[in-house]
């Protein structure tokens, strides 16, 4: 049975936030999408998850359908609306899943609102290290390009003209989809089509050009939470060894390796799926 999903907009200190809801019963789960994805990339996920329990999928402020403001991008400004959604929308304690930056908002959220969370899960997260260089994978590359002549807002434009280009989308997500089957035209334009909104381009750079906020070291440290991590093991942005990092920091967690890349819940929904599932059945 395919459970349908309805959209809705909610206003957030002004501005116009995109999201999905399915489900009428269960745990109240929150999805949250990584870097230039949105509430489709949950495409394989909420129609499962919503067979047992409440799904809720929001774009985060400057993706998605979301509004774009020229704002100060980082952890602490979604985790803000994740808290937000969760007492204005969902109004329960939710469990947490995230992708990549995704990840590291939801965990900003759950390490400071334990009383809004009953649980986290990490699919491939992001963020610092203590004692990491300040950028990996993607991000080091596109930081290290913005930094000097792509602070310059032409320049800037001319890059992300460059990466959003079709071709370009599906290029990058060949290099971290391990299995190339769900890189298909509908998930290309779906990162293509919210690359066309007014600020997208703003966004980028704003978000490369941030500070990367707080530690993960320290937010663990401040976790009190079921942590769940689901790891594409075949990932080169976010590779293996991270996940043994939170292992060591939090060693709590469960954990999961997947035969997959940077984004399993898309690549390799099925897996994914049991082992929310099941997860959180053990939680309940």
């Not at 990549?100 to 986290?120: C, K, N, Q």
């Amino acid at each position: 049975m395919t459970v349908a999903a309805s959209t809705e907009y909610w206003i957030w200190r002004g501005h116009r936030v995109y999201y999905r809801q399915a489900g009428t019963s269960g745990s109240a789960i929150l999805l949250v999408h990584g870097f230039g994805a949105s509430t489709d990339h949950w495409r394989y996920n909420i129609p499962v998850l919503a067979e047992h329990h409440r799904v809720w999928a929001v774009d985060l402020l400057g993706f998605g359908r979301s509004a774009k403001p020229d704002l100060a991008y980082d952890g602490d400004l979604w985790r803000d609306q994740l808290r937000d959604f969760c007492q204005e929308i969902i109004q329960a304690p939710v469990i947490a899943v995230g992708n990549s930056l995704g990840g590291y908002s939801a965990l900003a959220f759950a390490a400071d609102h334990p009383e809004l969370s009953r649980g986290l899960v990490l699919i491939n997260g992001a963020g610092p290290f203590d004692d990491a260089p300040k950028d990996e994978g993607f991000r080091a590359v596109i930081s290290k390009a913005i930094q000097g002549f792509f602070q310059q807002p032409w320049a800037s434009n001319l890059l992300f003209d460059y990466m959003r280009n079709p071709q370009q989308i599906r290029k990058t997500l060949l290099q971290v989809y391990k299995d190339p089957r769900n890189v298909n035209d509908e998930l290309v334009e779906q990162i293509h089509r919210a690359s066309l909104d007014p600020g997208a381009a703003q966004v980028f750079a704003r978000v490369f050009s941030s500070p990367q906020g707080r530690s993960l070291n320290t937010l663990l440290g401040q976790l009190e939470l079921p942590l769940l991590l689901l790891w594409g093991a075949l990932d080169p942005w976010m590779s293996v060894d991270r996940a043994q990092r939170f292992r060591q920091i939090y060693p709590a967690a469960t954990w999961i390796p997947l035969q997959a890349g940077h984004c399993p819940h898309d690549e390799c929904p099925e897996p994914v799926n049991a082992a929310l599932l099941k997860w959180i059945a053990d939680l309940d």
